[in-house]
């Protein structure tokens, strides 16, 4: 049994019907021997980090950056799992207004830090919402689920 941890700050509705489309995705019914723990960011903290055998974040983009909230997850979280999760694969979504480079190089910085290993290029959707989205952000809590069921990550 494997164990997906997905941590995001929503703070609007869109945002979180990305986040429950990500959810969706990885407790999909094909997927049997994973278990699946999502939280708000300020919710989560480094026992969730230590838990889990992958994870994925997700994020706004706030002024250029990741959202306070998970930068309040990963502040409270990096001391206690720093040298504890090396290796561990993650992915990443950001719902960006402006490009979400800042975005993905902050979130990008951290965990490179943590030294989590990316298993799927960052999920990137600017500008208005797009009912389309909801599939990408499915396809990858399936992608990471299926490939931590599998053993590939």
């Given at each position: 049994?494997?164990?997906l941890l997905i941590v995001y700050h929503a703070p609007s509705p869109n945002m979180q019907r990305l986040a429950d489309?990500?959810?969706?995705?990885a407790q999909s019914p094909e997927i049997d021997h994973v278990t699946v723990r999502a939280g708000h960011a300020l919710a989560s903290g480094p026992d969730d980090l230590l838990w889990c055998d992958g994870v994925i974040f997700g994020t706004t983009e706030n002024f250029?950056?990741?959202?306070?909230?998970?930068k309040d997850f990963f502040e409270r979280s990096y001391y206690p799992c720093l040298d504890k999760v090396n290796a561990r694969p993650y992915a990443l979504f950001v719902k960006a207004g402006n490009d979400g480079t800042g975005t993905l190089s902050s979130v990008q910085r951290i965990v490179?830090?943590?030294?989590?290993?990316?298993?799927?290029e960052p999920l990137l959707m600017v500008g208005r919402?797009?009912?389309?989205?909801?599939d990408?952000?499915?396809e990858l809590g399936m992608t990471l689920a299926?490939?931590?069921e599998a053993g590939i990550f």
């Amino acid at each position: 049994m494997a164990n997906l941890l997905i941590v995001y700050h929503a703070p609007s509705p869109n945002m979180q019907r990305l986040a429950d489309a990500v959810i969706d995705g990885a407790q999909s019914p094909e997927i049997d021997h994973v278990t699946v723990r999502a939280g708000h960011a300020l919710a989560s903290g480094p026992d969730d980090l230590l838990w889990c055998d992958g994870v994925i974040f997700g994020t706004t983009e706030n002024f250029g950056y990741m959202s306070g909230a998970l930068k309040d997850f990963f502040e409270r979280s990096y001391y206690p799992c720093l040298d504890k999760v090396n290796a561990r694969p993650y992915a990443l979504f950001v719902k960006a207004g402006n490009d979400g480079t800042g975005t993905l190089s902050s979130v990008q910085r951290i965990v490179t830090g943590l030294e989590l290993k990316p298993v799927a290029e960052p999920l990137l959707m600017v500008g208005r919402f797009q009912e389309s989205w909801l599939d990408d952000c499915r396809e990858l809590g399936m992608t990471l689920a299926a490939g931590l069921e599998a053993g590939i990550f």
